[in-house]
């Protein structure tokens, strides 16, 4: 029976909507490498299950469509539900996913403290936590628009306070400056990398 071998690095990625989570983190892993990085969403397990139990279109329910627009509050709902019984249920899911075997993975949606909670636990080592900050006015201009039940909810808000991000990433439309902090984890992830490789040989 293989063993699943343990991350080298997590990169847990945190921010509001339409600060750039995903822009962000698909950067990322083309610097890093398919190869050697997985992009692992904590919502697509959760998008998953409230699929098969609703009746949903499950791609749609993916991507950033007016179709996941109209379910998001009721599958926010849902999720805390499943979370008051099992606090670390999604992350615990995520992990057994096969892309889960690339030494790198990016965690692109942590959304609560439990979510941060279980990897630096369970992941002591290997597990860097990065906040997306956009300001207002730069997310408006994306798209955004407040909807109360949805972004005032734990789920937007529940890790605004109360964590100390070993690297804060600003998206503000200041490529250079998102270059020089993306050059920076990409970095990161190499020496990480390098260790591994020499602690294996």
């Given at each position: 029976?293989?063993?699943?071998?343990?991350?080298?690095?997590i990169?847990?990625?945190?921010?509001?909507?339409?600060?750039?989570?995903?822009?962000?983190t698909?950067?990322?892993?083309?610097?890093?490498?398919?190869?050697?990085?997985?992009?692992?969403?904590l919502?697509?397990?959760?998008?998953?299950?409230?699929?098969?139990?609703?009746?949903?279109?499950?791609?749609?329910?993916?991507?950033?469509?007016?179709?996941?627009?109209?379910?998001?509050?009721?599958?926010?709902?849902?999720?805390?539900?499943?979370?008051?019984?099992?606090?670390?249920?999604?992350?615990?899911?995520?992990?057994?996913d096969?892309k889960?075997?690339?030494?790198?993975?990016?965690?692109?949606?942590?959304?609560?403290?439990?979510?941060?909670?279980?990897?630096?636990?369970?992941?002591?080592?290997?597990?860097?936590?990065?906040?997306?900050?956009?300001?207002?006015?730069?997310?408006?201009?994306r798209?955004?628009l407040?909807?109360?039940?949805?972004?005032?909810?734990?789920?937007?808000?529940?890790?605004?306070?109360?964590?100390?991000?070993?690297?804060?990433i600003?998206?503000?439309?200041d490529?250079?400056?998102?270059?020089?902090t993306?050059?920076?984890?990409?970095?990161?992830?190499?020496?990480?990398?390098?260790?591994?490789?020499?602690?294996?040989?």
């Amino acid at each position: 029976m293989n063993v699943k071998a343990e991350p080298v690095l997590i990169l847990v990625f945190s921010g509001k909507r339409k600060s750039g989570k995903d822009y962000i983190t698909d950067l990322l892993q083309e610097r890093v490498g398919r190869d050697n990085c997985a992009i692992l969403r904590l919502s697509g397990p959760l998008k998953s299950q409230y699929a098969k139990e609703h009746g949903l279109d499950l791609d749609k329910l993916l991507d950033a469509s007016e179709y996941k627009e109209q379910y998001r509050a009721a599958m926010i709902r849902w999720g805390e539900e499943r979370r008051k019984q099992e606090p670390d249920y999604f992350c615990k899911l995520v992990t057994r996913d096969e892309k889960a075997s690339k030494p790198i993975w990016i965690i692109s949606d942590a959304r609560r403290k439990t979510d941060v909670e279980y990897f630096k636990t369970t992941y002591p080592t290997a597990t860097v936590t990065c906040r997306v900050e956009a300001e207002l006015q730069v997310r408006e201009q994306r798209g955004f628009l407040f909807k109360k039940g949805i972004d005032d909810a734990e789920s937007e808000c529940g890790l605004d306070e109360g964590v100390g991000w070993d690297v804060i990433i600003h998206n503000n439309n200041d490529s250079l400056l998102l270059d020089a902090t993306l050059d920076d984890i990409t970095h990161m992830v190499a020496q990480r990398l390098k260790e591994a490789g020499n602690q294996n040989s």
